[in-house]
């Protein structure tokens, strides 16, 4: 399964945030789906979006609420120097 969230350009986040962020959704994109393959890619683009290509419709809703769990608890993952 292939996840992609793009994050608007024109609000960029702290440095390292994602790296941070793909690392952190990579994390547990695999616990929820241990038996799949995963590829998560973060990158800034035109606008915010997230596409999973080689999922289910249900993957999809499962794969926005952890995006969404990950990007609220934000503060207990990405510590910034």
């Known amino acids: 399964m292939r996840v992609e969230v793009t994050i608007d ?5 702290p440095v390292g945030a994602i790296e941070a962020l793909t690392g952190e959704l990579n994390k547990r994109i695999t616990k929820q789906f241990p038996d799949i393959p995963v590829q998560v890619q973060v990158r800034y683009a035109g606008a915010n979006n997230l596409s999973v290509l080689g999922g ?3 993957d ?3 794969i926005e609420e952890i995006l969404q ?3 609220e608890s934000a503060d207990d993952w990405f510590v910034t120097d």
Do not use: S
């Open 9 to 13: 350009k024109t609000k960029p986040l």
């Open 60 to 62: 999809k809703d499962i």
């Open 69 to 71: 769990e990950t990007w």
């Open 56 to 58: 289910a419709k249900t």
